[in-house]
């Protein structure tokens, strides 16, 4: 298990949130976020990657 990622279990699954409601998935295979970084908690979107930024294209204008 990696603490900056998902946990990937066989689906179907039901897990019993902190306020006692439910969710569910069908799928599967469920990736459960264990960062707490996912806009979808308690399901993971990958918000755990790290971003990184691209370099701008270089200016032909100034040689």
């Known amino acids: 298990m990696d603490p900056q ?3 990937l279990i066989e689906g179907p699954v ?3 949130r902190d306020d ?3 969710a569910r ?3 599967f295979t469920v990736a459960i976020c264990t ?3 996912s806009r979808t908690y308690p399901w993971c979107d990958t918000s755990h ?3 990184e930024r ?3 294209p270089p200016d032909d204008r100034n040689p």
Request: net charge positive.
């Open 35 to 37: 960062c707490r970084r």
């Open 25 to 27: 998935s069908d799928r």
């Open 14 to 16: 039901e897990i019993v």
């Open 5 to 7: 990622g998902p946990l």
């Open 20 to 22: 006692g409601t439910i």
């Open 54 to 56: 691209t370099a701008p």
């Open 49 to 51: 990657r790290r971003r």
